[in-house]
Nanobody, 125 residues
């Protein structure tokens, strides 16, 4: 079900930064487990970062460790993906997804029930 709304994508040069935002467009309460996936042409949806909101626990992919961070603002029920030190290989469609808390860090994309349409990130060298 598509009900999440992403924003913040754009085109930047390598080394630049972007901050992506994800909100639930239909309800004020965002699910406890929220993830960012990256979709590029011809490849499977790749997990980039996840947050288990009830424990404020996060995980990021090894490829972005030290450069990307996922966080939340409980006051606005918004989940962010801060992306620093962007590289051309970071380019893609960044899609926000949400589910209930069980198995947050192990679940495959198929287990996420709520999705957005994504926001495009393009990094030029």
């Amino acid at each position: 079900q598509e009900r999440l709304l992403e924003s913040g994508g754009g085109s930047v040069q390598a080394g630049g930064s972007l901050r992506l935002s994800c909100v639930d467009s239909q309800y004020t309460y965002m699910s406890d487990c929220v993830a960012w996936f990256r979709q590029t042409q011809g490849k499977e949806r790749e997990p980039v970062a996840r947050i288990l909101r009830e424990r404020n626990s996060t995980r990021v992919a090894d490829s972005v460790k030290g450069r990307f961070a996922i966080s939340e603002d409980r006051a606005t029920d918004t989940v962010y993906l801060q992306m620093n030190g962007l590289k051309p290989e970071d380019s893609g469609l960044y899609i926000c997804a949400a589910k209930s808390s069980p198995g947050c860090f192990q679940s495959s994309p198929a287990n996420f029930g709520y999705w957005g349409q994504g926001t495009q990130v393009t990094v030029s060298s």
